[in-house]
Nanobody, 124 residues
Framework: EVQLVESGGGLVQAGGSLRLSCAAS????????IGWFRQVPGKGREGVSS????????YYADFVKGRFTISKDNTKNTVYLQMDSLKPEDTAVYYC?????????????????WGQGTQVTVSS
């Protein structure tokens, strides 16, 4: 059984930092599509960052560029999202996602596995 388990969410003041972790079991991140999405109540999930494991290219949504950093540690089979200079509008549930059939997924429908999500709340 494949599981993605996020951790590291919480409450932080604007300008602060959090690091989200996503640990996988029954699946390895090595050569597969990886991404982070987020969702606020009443809205659809939006892509935050992703890795193209065919060549290592990293993508960020414009609203997090320069503030968030995605990385992975293959030895720990864990993906991270370092979030700095957080803003109240970053408040959302953050989801880790991966796909075993692609090295890169272009959108939400191409991801097979999803974590349960972790809440990030940024106070002003």
């Amino acid at each position: 059984e494949v599981q993605l388990v996020e951790s590291g969410g919480g409450l932080v003041q604007a300008g602060g930092s959090l690091r989200l972790s996503c640990a996988a079991s029954g699946f390895t991140f090595d050569d597969n599509a990886i991404g982070w999405f987020r969702q606020v109540p009443g809205k659809g999930r939006e892509g935050v960052s992703s890795i193209d494991n065919s060549d290592g290219t990293i993508y960020y949504a414009d609203f997090v560029k320069g503030r968030f950093t995605i990385s992975k540690d293959n030895t720990k089979n864990t993906v991270y999202l370092q979030m700095d200079s957080l803003k109240p509008e970053d408040t959302a549930v953050y989801y880790c996602t991966a796909d075993p059939y692609r090295t890169y997924a272009r959108g939400i429908l191409e991801y097979e596995y999803w974590g349960q999500g972790t809440q990030v709340t940024v106070s002003s």
